[in-house]
């Protein structure tokens, strides 16, 4: 359900479920957490997530909902599985890059939200698909949409469940950038082998930066800036980036 492949400093993440547009299972989720936490070793210095076939995700699988008897707790389902995925993507020490593929609807698009780096090919499409079934936008959807596109948008988004194209969301902001669909992979898997070779803490701490920012006023935001700044010149690679502009040669990072 699930393949990683191990590359120079960096994984590739691919949903594959693709007879079901790669919605999630239990098994999936198993399989992505546990993936996810063996990233966090410090060899692996940036995730690419992409899907195998023509999507990239459509959300939870319904069929797995259909099957069961009597009322379910979503919210279960959700603690189990979709919070613990958000917090685990957010609180990597390293780049995250979402290669969407094709279709992300309902919570395969929000996860793609959560993540770094965002790039989609032209043809995909991400829908907030909830709405249509009688749910709520979950995966941390209500929290990045509005920061990402504004609330006037996040909410017609949300409350019509219509499709953004690739290009869209990127004029939009809601994504980094819509790449043609047979360029998509080349492009993301370049991306992340660069920021595999970046200086891996520094950017762990900038991730840090902005995760909190969405909920601090700008006094705590300076403060904050400025105790990782103080983590930021104690690393090596700090070191080196400055050795290496001032002797004006490529830096060599080494990640810590
Ligand atoms: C699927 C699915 C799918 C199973 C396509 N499941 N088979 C969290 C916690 C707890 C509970 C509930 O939810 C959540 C979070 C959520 O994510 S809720 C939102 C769940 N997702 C959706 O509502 C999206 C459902 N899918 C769609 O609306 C369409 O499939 C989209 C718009 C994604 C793609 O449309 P098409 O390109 O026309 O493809 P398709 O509909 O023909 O799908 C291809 C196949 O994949 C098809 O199977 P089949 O046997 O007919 O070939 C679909 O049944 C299957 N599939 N999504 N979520």
Redesign the pocket.
């Known amino acids: 359900v699930l393949l990683a492949a191990q590359h120079d400093g960096w994984v590739e993440l691919t949903l594959n479920r693709p ?3 790669n ?2 299972t239990e098994e999936l989720h198993r399989a992505l957490a546990s993936a996810l936490d063996a990233a966090a070793d410090d060899a692996c210095r940036a995730v690419l997530i992409t899907g195998a076939g ?2 990239f995700c ?8 259909a099957k069961a008897e009597g009322p ?1 707790d ?1 919210g279960a ?2 603690e189990a ?2 919070n613990p995925l958000v917090r685990r993507i957010r609180a990597l020490r390293k780049p995250v890059v979402c290669a969407v593929n ?2 992300a ?4 698009a ?1 996860i793609a939200f959560a993540c770094d780096i965002v790039l989609a090919a032209r043809s995909a ?1 991400f ?1 907030q ?2 709405a ?2 009688g ?1 709520v936008p ?2 941390g959807g209500t929290f990045f949409l509005p920061r990402l596109v504004g609330d006037a948008r996040a909410r017609a988004l949300m409350l019509l469940a219509e ?1 953004v194209s690739a290009e869209r969301a990127e004029q939009w902001g809601l994504i980094w950038k819509a790449v043609d669909d047979t360029a998509l992979l080349g492009e993301a898997r370049a991306l992340t082998a660069n920021l595999a070779s970046q200086p891996t803490q520094g950017l762990a701490l900038t991730k840090q930066a902005l995760n909190a920012s969405a909920g601090n006023a700008l006094d705590a935001q300076l403060d904050l800036e400025r105790d990782l700044q103080r983590e930021a010149g104690r690393t090596p690679d700090y070191r080196e980036g400055v050795a290496a502009f001032m002797e004006k040669r490529p830096a060599r990072f080494s990640g810590r």
Not at 58 to 65: I, S, V, Y
Not at 105 to 108: I, V
Request: aromatic letters at 10%; proline letters at 3%; charged letters at 25%.
């Open positions: 007879e079901r547009l919605a999630f023509r999507g459509a959300g939870q699988d319904l069929g797995d909902r379910l979503l389902t959700i599985f979709y094709g279709v609807a309902g919570a395969g929000n499409k829908i698909a909830f249509k079934i749910l979950d995966s499709p």
